[in-house]
C-alpha cells in the first residue's frame, strides 16, 4: 500500500524566513509520480508540481524549490523569503503509476502561517 | 485553465435524507474523482470514474454511490445522510493518459452539514 508522510503538522514563520515543508513516501511500484498542491484558506487546491520517479533533478520556480531524494523517498518542498501570501495548508500527493489509474495518496497536509 | 465547479459551496442536510453533490469541469477530461477532507486526516478518496458509466470505488466508499451520465459530470450520492459525513468534499478530473498521472485539478469544494 501506498503512504506518504507529512511530519510537521504546523509551521509558524516570519515573513522572509525560509520554510522547508517534509515529505516521505512509501511505495513498491517502480514507476510513480508526487506532486505538491497548495490550499489557501479559500479551499480551493492549487497544483504546484509534478515529479515522476525517474526524474531526480531539483526544480525550482521562483522562490520555490522541490529536493526529490529517491534514496531517501522524499520530496521536499522548500518556500525561500516567505510571504504573507504563503499561508495556506500544503499536501504532498503520490500517484501510482504500475496501477494504470491516475489516483492520489495524499499526506495529512502541513499548515503553514506566515506573519508579517 | 481548467474549470471544476462545484454545485454548492455549502449545505446543510438532514439525517436520512438523500443529498446529491454536482460536479462539472469544461475541459473534456476522462478522469473524475470524489474526496472528502476532514481535520487530521487530510484528504481521503470517495470514488472515481475513468469513463462515462464507469466507477471505481475508493478508499472510504461505504454510504456513497456515483453517477457519471456525461463525461463532464460526476455526482456524488449520499444514500441516507449520516451526521457522520459532515465534512469538506473535494471533486477532481484530469487527462487520461495510461501511466503518464496528468495533475488533478480540484473545484472550490462543498462544505456539507448533516443535522
Known amino acids: 500500500a501506498q503512504k506518504v508522510t507529512q511530519a510537521q503538522t504546523e509551521i509558524s514563520v516570519v515573513e522572509k524566513e525560509d520554510v522547508t515543508l517534509d515529505c516521505v513516501y512509501e511505495t513498491r511500484d517502480t514507476t510513480y509520480y508526487l506532486f505538491w498542491y497548495k490550499q489557501p484558506p479559500s479551499g480551493e487546491l492549487v497544483f504546484l508540481i509534478r515529479r515522476n520517479s525517474f526524474d531526480e533533478q531539483n526544480e525550482i520556480s521562483g522562490r520555490y524549490s522541490w529536493n526529490f531524494q529517491k534514496s531517501t523517498s522524499s520530496f521536499n518542498f522548500t518556500i525561500t523569503a516567505s510571504q504573507v501570501v504563503d499561508s495556506a495548508v500544503y499536501f504532498c500527493a503520490l500517484s501510482g503509476g504500475n496501477s494504470g489509474y491516475s489516483t492520489l495518496t495524499f499526506g495529512k497536509g502541513t499548515m503553514l502561517l506566515v506573519s508579517p | 485553465d481548467v474549470k471544476v465547479t462545484q454545485s454548492s459551496r455549502y449545505l446543510v442536510k438532514r439525517t436520512g435524507e438523500k443529498v446529491f453533490l454536482e460536479c462539472v469541469q469544461d475541459m473534456d477530461h476522462e478522469n473524475m474523482f470524489w474526496y472528502r477532507q476532514d481535520p487530521g486526516l487530510g484528504l481521503r478518496l470517495i470514488y472515481f470514474s475513468y469513463d462515462v458509466k464507469m466507477k471505481e470505488k475508493g478508499d472510504i466508499p461505504e454510504g456513497y454511490s456515483v453517477s457519471r451520465e456525461k463525461k463532464e459530470r460526476f455526482s456524488l450520492i449520499l444514500e441516507s445522510a449520516s451526521t457522520n459525513q459532515t465534512s469538506m468534499y473535494l471533486c477532481?478530473?484530469?487527462?487520461?493518459?495510461?501511466?503518464?498521472?496528468?495533475?488533478?485539478?480540484f473545484g472550490d469544494g462543498t462544505r456539507l452539514s448533516i443535522l
Open positions: 477532481a478530473s484530469s487527462l487520461t493518459g495510461l501511466y503518464s498521472n496528468q495533475p488533478q485539478h
